[in-house]
């Protein structure tokens, strides 16, 4: 159980064109869902916090109109990278819990290369 | 301000035991998680430990002191498979799990 999918798992796109990810609980409803970006050799770093039927909440420095997320239902969430650029390249993970204060589980990840 | 120390970087040996620490200062605690990670992939859980004592799962087991704000993960019978991050996080009293930087383990043969 507590299988997250996450889709695309690798995305190449092109300078100001925009990306959506998915993300979804596949055998729980997860009433949260959080979106991490990591770059290379560097830690997890938390963008947004999603609770099904309401508005994120963005980290601190996340900007909230580049990184459009919504959560729609109980088990998908999507995080669309607006206007990319090659900085935004990067590995976004997201994942899921299914109440407080249970485990968050992962997704596989979703590489994004911005050309 | 909330924080979480681990290790950058150990070395061990297969076969081999090894201990990797994690200290915590956050606002309010709600458990500590051991995750690991391989290079390229998603994090996966390992353990959860939110009363003082040692939680043994298999080859790894997981030591909490909340007094302490220290938790440890052993991991014995090292294998080479055991080669990757391990994140230490702790889910404070609004349940926001704060990030350690991560352990890179490295296993020789």
């Known amino acids: 159980g507590a299988v997250v999918s996450q889709h695309p798992s690798r995305v190449i796109c092109k300078s100001g064109t925009s990306v959506k990810i998915e993300c979804r609980s596949l055998d729980f409803q997860a009433t949260t869902m959080f979106w991490y970006r990591q770059f290379p050799k560097q830690s997890l770093m938390l963008m947004a916090t999603?609770?099904?039927?309401?508005?994120?909440?963005?980290e601190q420095g996340v900007e909230k109109d580049k990184f459009l997320i919504n959560h729609a239902s109980l088990t998908l969430s999507t995080l669309t990278v607006t206007s990319a650029h090659p900085e935004d390249s990067s590995f976004y993970i997201c994942?899921?819990?299914?109440?407080?204060?249970?485990?968050?589980?992962f997704g596989p990840g979703t590489r994004l290369t911005v050309t | 301000g909330q924080n979480i120390d681990q290790p950058t970087e150990m070395t061990a040996t297969e076969g081999a035991i090894v201990q990797i620490n994690c200290t915590y200062q956050?606002?309010?605690?709600?458990?500590l998680f051991w995750y690991q990670q391989h290079a390229g992939e998603a994090p996966t859980f390992l353990s959860y430990n939110v009363l003082d004592g040692l939680e043994e799962k298999g080859r790894f087991s997981s030591f909490l002191s909340r007094s302490k704000g220290y938790s440890y993960l052993l991991l014995k019978e090292l294998q080479m498979k055991d080669s990757a991050s391990y994140l230490c996080?702790?889910?404070?009293?609004?349940?926001?799990?704060?990030w350690g930087a991560g352990t890179k383990l490295i296993i020789k043969p």
């Open positions: 996080a702790v889910s404070n009293s609004n349940y926001q799990l704060i």
């Open positions: 994942s899921a819990r299914e109440g407080e204060p249970y485990e968050q589980y």
């Open positions: 999603s609770n099904e039927g309401s508005k994120a909440t963005y």
């Open positions: 956050t606002s309010g605690f709600n458990g």
